[in-house]
């Protein structure tokens, strides 16, 4: 069985660091790359990250650029968010999600078609 499964998220003040983790089984974790999403209340889903399992390249929304870092542990099939800095507009629930799509590709990871899903795990980020 496919399993994504987020854990990390919580309330925390404007400034302040968390750590997401997305625990991946059920899949070749190195055959796929590892996105980040989050959706706030009324706004449309948004990309946060993106990382590829097989050679660790990292891509990141504009939004997030210099205050969030993604990573991979490979031998632990976990990605992890590291955020800091964090911002009001930062609030949402955060996804994790695998997608298969080939390498070349990846520069498009915010569009790509993601094949699996965690449930998501909410950040608030208080002012």
């Known amino acids: 069985e496919v399993q994504l499964v987020e854990s990390g998220g919580g309330l925390v003040q404007a400034g302040g660091s968390l750590r997401l983790s997305c625990a991946a089984s059920?899949?070749?974790?190195?055959?796929?790359?590892i996105g980040w999403f989050r959706q706030a209340p009324g706004k449309e889903r948004e990309g946060v990250s993106c990382i590829s399992s097989s050679d660790g390249s990292t891509y990141y929304a504009d939004s997030v650029k210099g205050r969030f870092t993604i990573s991979s542990d490979n031998a632990k099939n976990t990605v992890y968010l590291q955020m800091n800095s964090l911002k009001p507009e930062d609030t949402a629930v955060y996804y994790c999600?695998?997608?298969?799509?080939?390498?070349?590709?990846?520069?498009?990871?915010?569009?790509?078609?993601?094949?699996?899903w965690g449930q998501g795990t909410q950040v608030t980020v208080s002012s």
């Open positions: 999600a695998a997608t298969g799509s080939p390498r070349y590709l990846l520069r498009l990871w915010a569009l790509l078609k993601y094949d699996y």
């Open positions: 059920g899949f070749t974790f190195d055959d796929y790359a």
